[in-house]
């Protein structure tokens, strides 16, 4: 009988995006953090960039100041309240700055 090709029960790599990051495990999940969320956006209901452009909006994300991934912590004084197309953009920003980061020679 044939043998199977090693490589058949081999586990797959990991993507980039599964990849466990110091950051990620971090981050504050589950009913705690739901928790965390609705006591941080009871306390602060307007979007923090919205409100620095004299715009009024609802915020809905609450997000890290300062992202995990670039050596923020997951505390209160981290937290912000944003609304989505302010936290779209902000994602967008870190995105390009970590992608840069992944390009720089070591």
Known sequence: MPSRPP?????????P?????????????????QQIRAA???????????LKHGRV???????HALSLAEGGEDVPDNRQSLCKA?????????AARGRRRAQRPA
Request: glycine share 8%; proline share 4%.
């Open 17 to 33: 995006w599964e990849r466990q990051s110091a950051a990620s495990a971090q981050r504050i999940r589950g009913r705690r953090g």
């Open 86 to 94: 302010c936290s779209d953009a902000k994602t967008a920003q870190e």
């Open 57 to 63: 909006t609802e915020a809905v994300i609450v997000d």
């Open 7 to 15: 490589g058949l029960y081999a586990k797959p790599k990991s993507k």
């Open 40 to 50: 941080h956006l009871a306390g602060e209901p307007l979007c923090r960039e919205c």
